[in-house]
């Protein structure tokens, strides 16, 4: 079965740093698009970043542009996602998600085929 596991959420005090990872099993990550996402209590669930091979740059939603590092590691079939200068607003689930790679990455979480469980990230002092 196709699984992707999330790792690496914690609380951290706004302006701290989380590297998220995102294992993948049954599927080939470098031959999917990976996307992450993220849902706040009451929010609905949106894409943060997205790394394909169809880009010739990684996506990343304008709220995480210039903080948030998404990148691979084809040998331990991985996705991470470096997080720095954590703000609060950036408390929520984070889930990893994949889609074969003839269709890139999305316009939102709806086309995604496979999902992880996801991981908590909590910003506060």
């Known amino acids: 079965q196709v699984q992707l596991v999330e790792s690496g959420g914690d609380l951290v005090q706004p302006g701290g740093s989380l590297r998220l990872s995102c294992t993948a099993s049954?599927?080939?990550?470098?031959?999917?698009?990976i996307g992450w996402f993220r849902q706040a209590p009451g929010k609905e669930r949106n894409m943060v970043s997205c790394?394909?091979?169809?880009?010739?740059?990684?996506y990343y939603a304008d709220s995480v542009r210039g903080r948030f590092t998404i990148s691979r590691d084809n040998a331990k079939n991985a996705v991470y996602l470096q997080m720095n200068n954590l703000k609060p607003e950036d408390t929520a689930v984070y889930y990893c998600?994949?889609?074969?790679?003839?269709?890139?990455?999305?316009?939102?979480?709806?086309?995604?085929?496979?999902w992880g469980k996801g991981t908590l990230v909590t910003v506060s002092s």
């Open positions: 049954g599927i080939t990550a470098n031959y999917h698009a």
């Open positions: 790394i394909s091979t169809t880009r010739g740059t990684p």
């Open positions: 998600a994949a889609r074969h790679l003839e269709f890139g990455c999305p316009t939102d979480a709806s086309g995604m085929s496979y």
